[in-house]
């Protein structure tokens, strides 16, 4: 509330205008905002033609049931994205939760259901013992 | 969420070692390729579903998408389900694919 106000009194607020001014403003605006869609579009399909690597080390990792390979993680489908989070001995926060900023990305990701019906498993990792991150 | 322990030198490998990450594999039966990597400002925008499968090799899999040739794709919308509603192999609802039809015609201008 307090933070509110203070906003309140420190912000410059940009022209208040009328329906149709605003409308023109969102129109002008649409055109830039197009042009970023089609640009983030043409990013993902530069990304699908990325050359591959291959992987031939034998990663090895714990999991809830023990050792598990990296074709482990992959659960069954053919894509996997590993996201290295920062929780283990020596970051903010151990051994209560992993690093804020990673604790808040795993808070707000989607439902992992979505990713998985387009054959994608998404998992986390950390070098925490199995015993602290369950 | 899955969450494993790095036992090796997979962190260091991957670009991760110092840093939070996302690193993208694909695999070919036993086979893995790394695809993808991406850190800092550009890991912020993850968490949605149409950021990570934008970040993937196959993409969103929709008709719409500029991919190679034979990758696998079908119309937007129609797979979307609720979370506890995927089923392999399951067909989708006659009605919703009627809906989509409709609604894709009507905005179809507007989504360009």
Redesign the interface.
Same mark, same amino acid.
């Given at each position: 509330m307090d933070n509110n106000k203070k906003i309140q009194n420190n912000v410059k607020a940009p022209p208040i205008v009328s329906p149709q001014e605003w409308e023109a403003a969102h129109q002008q605006l649409l055109v830039k905002e197009k042009e970023l869609t089609r640009a983030? $579009? /043409? @990013?993902?399909?530069a990304?699908?033609? @990325?050359p591959?690597? /291959? #992987?031939n080390?034998n990663?090895?990792?714990?999991?809830p049931e023990g050792k #598990?390979s990296?074709?482990d993680?992959?659960?069954g489908?053919?894509?996997?994205? =590993?996201?290295?989070?920062?929780f283990e001995p020596g970051v903010f926060g151990w051994p209560e939760h992993a690093?804020r900023?990673?604790s808040m990305?795993?808070d707000? #990701?989607?439902? *992992?259901?979505? *990713?998985?019906?387009? $054959?994608?498993?998404? =998992?986390?990792?950390?070098? /925490?013992?199995?015993a602290d991150?369950a | 969420?899955?969450?494993?322990?790095?036992? !090796?030198?997979?962190?260091a !490998?991957?670009g991760?070692d110092e840093w939070?990450?996302?690193?993208?594999?694909?695999?070919?039966g !036993?086979?893995?390729?790394?695809?993808?990597f991406v850190n800092s400002r550009g890991?912020e925008a993850?968490?949605?579903?149409w950021n990570?499968?934008?970040?993937?090799?196959?993409?969103?899999?929709e008709e719409w998408?500029?991919?190679?040739e034979g990758?696998p794709q079908t119309p937007p919308y129609k797979?979307?389900?609720w979370? !506890?509603e995927?089923a392999a192999g399951a067909p989708v609802q006659p009605k919703w694919v009627e809906v989509v039809k409709i609604g894709t015609a009507a905005f179809q201008k507007a989504d360009n």
């Open positions: 983030r $579009d /043409a @990013m993902a399909a990304r699908r033609r @990325m591959w690597l /291959a #992987v080390k990663y090895e990792f714990d999991g #598990v990296l074709l993680l992959f659960d489908r053919p894509q996997l994205i =590993v996201y290295r989070a920062f690093c900023g990673c990305l795993a707000q #990701v989607a439902h *992992l259901s979505h *990713l998985n019906a387009r $054959d994608t498993t998404l =998992v986390f990792a950390s070098r /925490a013992p199995q991150i | 969420m899955p969450w494993y322990t790095i036992t !090796d030198s997979f962190d !490998d991957f991760v939070h990450g996302h690193n993208v594999f694909f695999r070919d !036993d086979n893995v390729f790394r695809t993808y890991d993850t968490g949605s579903t990570y499968l934008d970040l993937t090799p196959l993409g969103r899999q998408e500029d991919s190679p990758y797979w979307w389900n979370h !506890d995927y």
